[in-house]
């Protein structure tokens, strides 16, 4: 029995020492990716205040597995075995929020979207569709430039102006329609509203006919946000006032779920 006892005691530190590394290997790769990507050891200690003898170790580890890529100028950056993580979880993500996006239908009457930004593009991850015979529909996997959705500008409400600008200056501004913003000076005064108001709108600026409210999700593991889309008919001034705060509403529950170990629940 008291070797049994002992056995016992070691496995439990060696488990602890496991988790322990567990979640300094992660807190490393979030670490990464808020500074861009790449970072030097240096860099990863003193923002983590880990000694460099473990950070070195942890690195090892996750370059052996795919996970980080050590650069020539001996910089460690994300490797691509994440990209295949980061595609499933954005698909679980769309799944997690559908709940959230029927109750949107139920207590709007109109169509719910979530979206993410990727790279420099708008990708709708979900759908729930409108019971209304005239509904808008949006293919889950379309991809959209930001500039001329409410998604995009409740998105892009949070990133600084320069960042806005460069990210234009990538995509362009092409007009979807003839109310579509095509300057940076008018996008950027519309992100103010959006900062000032709580929510997005894009006025018939992706579709002639069709207006869309948008708020973000605060704190979500990637940018994301959720609208209603529908006519401008029903969709008006005086449906936003009441849209909005249930939008808004429902947010702040997904964000919550989201940080849960349990997201459906």
Not at 78 to 101: C, H, K, M, N, V
Not at 105 to 133: C, F, R, W
Not at 190 to 212: K, M
Request: glycine share 8%; proline share 6%.
């Amino acid at each position: 029995m008291p070797t049994s006892s002992a056995s016992t005691t070691d496995s439990a530190k060696s488990n602890g020492g496991g988790v322990q590394s567990l979640e300094r290997a992660f807190d490393l790769l979030e670490r990464m990716a808020d500074a861009g990507g790449e970072v030097g050891l240096s860099e990863l200690s003193a923002s983590s205040g880990l000694p460099l003898p473990t950070i070195h170790r942890l690195m090892r580890t996750l370059v052996a597995c795919g996970y980080v890529r050590q650069q020539p100028n001996r910089r460690y950056a994300l490797g691509p075995r994440l990209i295949r993580l980061g595609e499933s979880a954005s698909r679980l993500l769309g799944t997690w929020a559908r709940p959230y996006l029927a109750r949107l239908v139920e207590e709007t009457g109109e169509t719910a979207n979530m979206a993410l930004l990727d790279g420099d593009e708008i990708v709708y991850v979900a759908q729930v569709p409108s019971k209304h015979s005239m509904r808008m529909f949006t293919e889950v996997g379309r991809r959209v430039l930001p500039h001329s959705t409410g998604v995009g500008k409740a998105l892009l409400a949070g990133f600084p102006p320069e960042e806005v600008r460069a990210l234009l200056s990538r995509t362009g501004m092409p007009a979807a329609t003839e109310k579509t913003i095509t300057t940076p000076d008018g996008f950027l005064a519309a992100l103010e509203d959006v900062r000032r108001n709580g929510y997005a709108v894009d006025d018939n600026e992706q579709e002639i006919g069709v207006r869309c409210l948008a708020v973000s999700v605060p704190d979500s593991p990637t940018a994301a946000a959720i609208s209603i889309s529908g006519p401008a008919g029903r969709v008006t001034e005086a449906a936003t006032d009441k849209i909005v705060p249930v939008l808004q509403q429902v947010a702040d529950e997904l964000s919550e779920a989201l940080a849960s170990s349990n997201p459906t629940a």
